[in-house]
Every structure is written in structure tokens, then in C-alpha cells.
């Protein structure tokens, strides 16, 4: 496959930014080799700049869950480009997705539009601080929740692809006010809790783990975190940048029933332009300024394109959506390990709606140790093979695979056959 135009760019971009990416995770430090540059999407399908094909599983990283140029959506930043790029503020639209996003997620009764998820949980942290009275927050290792200063501390994507454990230019002053216990482990969260007393803030838990390869809750633990969180007057954030509207219309807290005190949302809700936003229990969000003394701002917070790309996106998540991305992941998935199994490859495959993990040489991944004596090096050959197929999965094995409604079976059937040819090889 001739990719010498992402060679060429990837070398002229390192003129000017860094590593040439502007997010670390597209510069292909996990798996090696050069990133691809690419031009278009439609569908399922990416264009390279060499217009070399893919079926595409990064998926912007969660966002198009439609597809690649969802024309909906595409027709409603267009038309309302052509009323104005933005006001700096308020416009009736913010109030519709506002209103849209608390008949979606049940723990939502208020909500604060912002630009990224980074800023969602770093202020939705500050929110939790700012409404307890208490400093210290528990995250879970192998969770990425954005690169605030207070979360990067043993983060997970990005951070952990990179190998660097706690990122330089965090001060530990700010760094030992965060707890990093165990993903699926309810002992290590009791032991915390009863060590720090009245001290933990929040605990901020991504539901479904979407930064260490895919790895869902085991049952009873979401069930665990909300009783004992709400026990100790600590408030249980739900990170929901990744799985909000992707299990379901209203996210993991919809499917597994559980009530977080706050959410954080992203991707999804911004229908591939850069949107975030934070809410939850009205008597907490009401400690947001300017109603409340917590503080929080944005320029860009709830400009008008964004919103309508994503309000337009939430409009067409029909039931029919959600049954054939179901659908899709879980025949992906079992097919991925029936091929791997043909060709003598130990696999552990973990997938929910919309998203999948593969870990190599592990009978399971259910938290960041078993990712972690995973075989990276093999799932690095595994993402070339498939690339060289036309398949672009995503360039680390510390990342999930998302699944759009474009995935129709025809397109599974070929990623499965790829995959076949891909196993061999490696
Ligand atoms: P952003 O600031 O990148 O919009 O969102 C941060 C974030 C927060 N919470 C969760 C659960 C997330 O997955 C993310 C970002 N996800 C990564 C993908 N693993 C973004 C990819 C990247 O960093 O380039």
C-alpha cells in the first residue's frame, strides 16, 4: 500500500509541532511506523492523502457514531455557519441540546456546556471540591480522563501509551491530593474510603474503562462504588466522554442503572466538533457561577456550530441505531476471537455496545495489570497487518475500537477477513 504522502507530511509536520501531531496517540509511538494523514471519510470508510481506503474503527476516537459525513449533521453546521460562526452568547440552540442531553441521561438534571472533555471533568473535579469542602479524589489506574493537572496521575490513554507514569510539570503538591486504585477492585475503593475518611471529594470513574483497551465493570462493582461513594458524603462522577450515548441514549449510567451525582460527557455530544459538557444533581450544578461561588468559563463554551452538530447527531440515535451497533460489536468480536483461535493466537476480547478490546496472550482484561501483561508487541503486528489489509484500527493497544452504524454486516464480513489474512501473518 503506497503511503509515501503521510511519510512526506508526517516529516513536515515535525517542522512545526510537536512529534507533527496535535494529540500524542496519533503519532503511532504505541505501534510504530508513520501516521497516516487523512483526507476524507464517508461511512465506515477513511482516505488516506495517498487515497488508500480503510474501514475505520478510531472513529474521530468515539464521536462519529453515525458514520463519516453524516449529512444531517453536516447540513446543520453548514446552514448555521451561514447565520453566524458565533456570538459569545447565549442562543436558543444551547438551550435545546441543554434540554436534550437531561431527557437522554437520567443523572442529568443540569448541565454545562464546555470545549473538550478535559475541561468537562476538570470542572466537574473543581465542582466536587468546591460542593464538599474536601480536597483529595479517587481515579482508577489505566482510566484517562483528560490531562488536567489532578488527572495525570497514572493516567491511561496517552500518558500510559507514552510510558511516562505521572507527567512532568505536575507539582506533587497537586499530585498527592489524587488516589489511583485498581479498576474492578470495590476492596481497594472500601480501604481508601475508611484510610480518607471525610477528606475524598469525588471519585471519577470512566463506567465502561475505554483507555486501557476495553474494559467493562464487573458486576456489581458500579453497584458498590454508588452505595459506598454515597456513605461517605463522596460524590460519584461518571466520565461519560466515551460511553455517553454510545451503550445507549443514555450512556453506561442508562444500561447498568446507576445514578452518578455528576457526569461528564464529550464526543458524542458535540457530533464530531469540539464540544464537552458537565452536569448532574441540580443542587450541586447550582454551585456553578454565576449561580454559585464555583467558578467556570469558556469563549467558545456552546458555540453554535458545535451545538448543532451535536444536537443534530443526538436527533437521529434511534433504537434501530443502537440494535445494529450492537449487533456489529458483538459479531466483531466473537469473530476476531474465532479467527485468532484458527490461526493458534491466544486472544481476550471485551466489548459493549459501540466498543471492543483485544488483548493479546491473556485469558482476560479485567483491569489495568492484565492489560498491561498483555503482548503489546504482538497487537502492534496485528494493527500494521490490518492496516496493510485496509483496516485502521486504533494505533495502540492501550485504545478501544468504536462502532458506527455504518458498520453494516457486509463491512464486519470484510474486517473479519482481513483479520483472517492479519492473524496469519503475525
Ligand atoms: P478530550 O480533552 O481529549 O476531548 O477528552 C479527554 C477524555 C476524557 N475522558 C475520557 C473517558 C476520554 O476517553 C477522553 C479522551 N479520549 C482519548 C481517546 N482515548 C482521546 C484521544 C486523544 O487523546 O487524542
Not at 112 to 133: F, P
Not at 162 to 180: K, W
Not at 185 to 194: G, M, P, T
Request: hydrophobic share 40%; glycine share 12%.
Amino acid at each position: 500500500m503506497n503511503r509515501s504522502g503521510s511519510t512526506e507530511l508526517i516529516q513536515r509536520a515535525q517542522q512545526s509541532i510537536p512529534g507533527g501531531v496535535n494529540s500524542p496517540v496519533r503519532a503511532f509511538k504505541g505501534v510504530g511506523g508513520d501516521p497516516i494523514f487523512f483526507d476524507r471519510g464517508q461511512g465506515a470508510y477513511l482516505f488516506d492523502v495517498d487515497n488508500n481506503r480503510y474501514i475505520d474503527y478510531v472513529a474521530s476516537w468515539g464521536p462519529m457514531i453515525l458514520g463519516h459525513g453524516h449529512q444531517p449533521t453536516v447540513d446543520a453546521v453548514i446552514h448555521q455557519a451561514q447565520q453566524a460562526l458565533g456570538f459569545g452568547a447565549p442562543t436558543e440552540g444551547e438551550i435545546n441540546l441543554a434540554e436534550t442531553i437531561i431527557e437522554y441521561v437520567p443523572g442529568i438534571e443540569k448541565v454545562r456546556m464546555v470545549n473538550s472533555g478535559t475541561e468537562a471533568t476538570m470542572s466537574a473535579i473543581r465542582l466536587a471540591r468546591g460542593y464538599t469542602g474536601r480536597h483529595m479524589i479517587i481515579k482508577f489506574t489505566g482510566c484517562y480522563h483528560g490531562h488536567s493537572d489532578s488527572l495525570l496521575v497514572k493516567a491511561g490513554s496517552g500518558v500510559l501509551t507514552l510510558g511516562i507514569p505521572n507527567s512532568p510539570g505536575v507539582p506533587p503538591a497537586v499530585a498527592e491530593y489524587t488516589l489511583s486504585l485498581p479498576f474492578n477492585n470495590l476492596d481497594a475503593v472500601a480501604k481508601a474510603l475508611a484510610e480518607y475518611k471525610d477528606q475524598v471529594a469525588c471519585v471519577i470513574i470512566e463506567p465502561v474503562a475505554g483507555n486501557m483497551g476495553c474494559i467493562p465493570p464487573l458486576p456489581g462493582y458500579l453497584e458498590g462504588l454508588r452505595e459506598m461513594t454515597a456513605q461517605a458524603g463522596t460524590l460519584l462522577i461518571f466520565d461519560e466522554v466515551m460511553t455517553g450515548f454510545r451503550l445507549s441514549p443514555g450512556g453506561a449510567q442508562a444500561y447498568y442503572g446507576i445514578s452518578p451525582d455528576l457526569t461528564t460527557l464529550g464526543k458524542i455530544v458535540g457530533g464530531g466538533l469540539p464540544v464537552g459538557a458537565f452536569g448532574g444533581r441540580a443542587d450541586i450544578m447550582s454551585h456553578i457561577a454565576p449561580d454559585g461561588p464555583v467558578y467556570q468559563a469558556g469563549t467558545l463554551s456552546g458555540n453554535p456550530l458545535a451545538v448543532a452538530a451535536g444536537l443534530t447527531m443526538l436527533e437521529h440515535l434511534t433504537p434501530q441505531v443502537y440494535q445494529a451497533i450492537d449487533q456489529a460489536t458483538t459479531r466483531l468480536a466473537a469473530g476476531l476471537a474465532e479467527r485468532a483461535a484458527g490461526h493458534g493466537h491466544r486472544i481476550a476480547t471485551n466489548h459493549v455496545c459501540g466498543m471492543f478490546g483485544l488483548f493479546f496472550d491473556v485469558d482476560a482484561a479485567h483491569h489495568f495489570e492484565h492489560v498491561a501483561n498483555s503482548n503489546t508487541d504482538k497487537f502492534n503486528r496485528f494493527f500494521h497487518a490490518m492496516l496493510d489489509e485496509g483496516v485502521y484500527l486504533a494505533p495502540s493497544a492501550f485504545e478501544t475500537g468504536f462502532i458506527s452504524a455504518s458498520h453494516t454486516p457486509d463491512i464486519i464480513d470484510q474486517t473479519l477477513a482481513a483479520a483472517d489474512r492479519a492473524f496469519a501473518k503475525i
